[in-house]
């Protein structure tokens, strides 16, 4: 009799344990659920570009007022600019000014992937861009006021000159020469297209009078025969879009002062647009092909007008020559430069540099 008590006692306890395991005599073990899967982090959501705004202004001890049109250049990611002791070099990323060439009173300098060129009162001076020091010194007569290099076609253009990038001998002479009175011309600007291989030259239209003021002259860059004259009247600034073939040009009239900017295909030099602009001097022009961005610097000062536009720089569509922003500029922001996704703008008033972002 004790012995079928404790096997029924046995029988109770069996019964409970698998009662608290929920599990039940013949029945199949449920599969457990496995845990949820980590959900990977999304990436963060990147913010919405607010189109072209100043971000920053900074002192690089510029050569302040005129000639200098040409005070910037580029190489890579780093900026050179024409400062009062010297050239200066500037670090995007670190907004930071350290001069390279103390000494070195340049009125313009360009840049190829391995040259620095200034222009000098005696002549040019060639510097090699990796150690930043002086490597010849070549005499010019002329005095150049600007320079440009085409690198694909070893050309360097100083004034007039024409020089042999290899060697630095002069191997030719650009001739602009005033439709009208025939006179010969000294470049004050010059840019080089490695697409055509022509040279671009703003200089003195050669009309005294009321009539007088800047033109353009298109010249072919080995025989420096002139091909056309192209700008409104007194075009006071110019840029090349060779990866869209367009030169930009903008001009305000000395008496009426009417601003117009003009744009022509730089193949055949058919104009494609001209806009009327509501500023009364313009000094700058720059266009960026990757936002499809033209910028144009204000004057300030005396040249300002009423305009009140003075020190501002103005943003256009390339596309509709709708104005995209007004930007408050420096102290009579002059030459412009892109370097990446962002332009920089010299104030002349002040020697500065102001720090653009640029985005479509």
Same mark, same amino acid.
């Given at each position: 009799?004790?012995?079928?008590?404790?096997?029924?006692?046995?029988?109770?306890?069996?019964?409970?344990?698998?009662?608290?395991?929920?599990?039940?005599?013949?029945?199949?073990?449920?599969?457990?659920?496995?845990?949820?899967?980590?959900?990977?982090?999304?990436?963060?959501?990147?913010?919405?570009?607010?189109?072209?705004?100043?971000?920053?202004?900074?002192?690089?001890?510029?050569?302040?007022?005129?000639?200098?049109?040409?005070?910037?250049?580029?190489?890579?990611?780093?900026?050179?600019?024409?400062?009062?002791?010297?050239?200066?070099?500037?670090?995007?990323?670190?907004?930071?000014?350290?001069?390279?060439?103390?000494?070195?009173?340049?009125?313009?300098?360009?840049?190829?992937?391995?040259?620095?060129?200034?222009?000098?009162?005696?002549?040019?001076?060639?510097?090699?861009?990796?150690?930043?020091?002086?490597?010849?010194?070549?005499?010019?007569?002329? *005095?150049?006021?600007?320079? &440009? $290099? !085409? %690198?694909?076609? =070893?050309? @360097?253009?100083?004034?007039? /000159?024409?020089?042999?990038? +290899?060697?630095?001998?002069?191997?030719?002479?650009?001739?602009?020469?005033?439709?009208?009175?025939?006179?010969?011309?000294?470049?004050?600007?010059?840019?080089?297209?490695?697409?055509?291989?022509?040279?671009?030259?703003?200089?003195?239209?050669?009309?005294?009078?009321?009539?007088?003021?800047?033109?353009?002259?298109?010249?072919?860059?080995?025989?420096?025969?002139?091909?056309?004259?192209?700008?409104?009247?007194?075009?006071?600034?110019?840029?090349?879009?060779?990866?869209?073939?367009?030169?930009?040009?903008?001009?305000?009239?000395?008496?009426?002062?009417?601003?117009?900017?003009?744009?022509?295909?730089?193949?055949?030099?058919?104009?494609?647009?001209?806009?009327?602009?509501?500023?009364? *001097?313009?000094?700058?022009? &720059? $266009? !960026? %092909?990757?936002? =499809?961005? @033209?910028?144009?610097?204000? /004057?300030?000062?005396?040249? +300002?007008?009423?305009?009140?536009?003075?020190?501002?720089?103005?943003?256009?569509?390339?596309?509709?020559?709708?104005?995209?922003?007004?930007?408050?500029?420096?102290?009579?922001?002059?030459?412009?430069?892109?370097?990446?996704?962002?332009?920089?703008?010299?104030?002349?008033?002040?020697?500065?540099?102001?720090?653009?972002?640029?985005?479509?």
């Amino acid at each position: 009799m004790n012995t079928k008590r404790q096997l029924f006692l046995l029988v109770v306890v069996l019964v409970t344990i698998l009662a608290a395991c929920q599990i039940v005599p013949g029945a199949r073990r449920p599969t457990p659920t496995p845990p949820p899967a980590p959900t990977a982090a999304l990436p963060p959501t990147p913010t919405p570009c607010a189109g072209p705004a100043v971000v920053g202004q900074m002192r690089v001890a510029a050569a302040t007022g005129e000639p200098r049109r040409q005070a910037l250049a580029v190489l890579g990611n780093r900026l050179y600019v024409v400062s009062a002791a010297g050239i200066a070099a500037v670090e995007p990323d670190r907004l930071v000014a350290a001069s390279v060439a103390s000494g070195v009173s340049a009125q313009a300098i360009a840049a190829s992937p391995d040259r620095l060129y200034a222009a000098t009162a005696e002549g040019l001076t060639v510097l090699d861009a990796a150690t930043q020091r002086a490597i010849a010194t070549i005499p010019l007569s002329d *005095r150049p006021l600007t320079v &440009a $290099v !085409n %690198p694909g076609r =070893g050309r @360097v253009y100083a004034g007039t /000159a024409i020089l042999d990038a +290899a060697t630095n001998q002069v191997v030719g002479r650009l001739q602009p020469q005033a439709t009208a009175s025939k006179a010969a011309i000294t470049p004050l600007l010059l840019q080089a297209s490695p697409a055509s291989g022509r040279v671009y030259a703003l200089g003195w239209n050669g009309i005294s009078g009321s009539n007088s003021g800047q033109t353009i002259y298109v010249l072919d860059g080995e025989s420096g025969a002139q091909i056309a004259t192209v700008g409104a009247h007194s075009t006071t600034a110019f840029a090349l879009d060779d990866a869209h073939q367009r030169l930009y040009a903008v001009a305000t009239h000395p008496v009426s002062q009417r601003s117009v900017l003009k744009v022509y295909a730089s193949d055949d030099l058919r104009e494609l647009a001209s806009v009327d602009l509501k500023g009364t *001097r313009y000094e700058g022009l &720059a $266009v !960026n %092909p990757a936002t =499809g961005h @033209v910028f144009l610097a204000h /004057a300030g000062g005396a040249s +300002a007008g009423t305009s009140g536009l003075a020190n501002t720089l103005t943003v256009l569509d390339a596309s509709t020559y709708t104005v995209v922003a007004t930007l408050t500029g420096g102290d009579d922001p002059g030459p412009l430069a892109i370097v990446g996704d962002r332009l920089y703008a010299l104030n002349r008033g002040d020697g500065s540099l102001s720090v653009i972002q640029d985005c479509q």
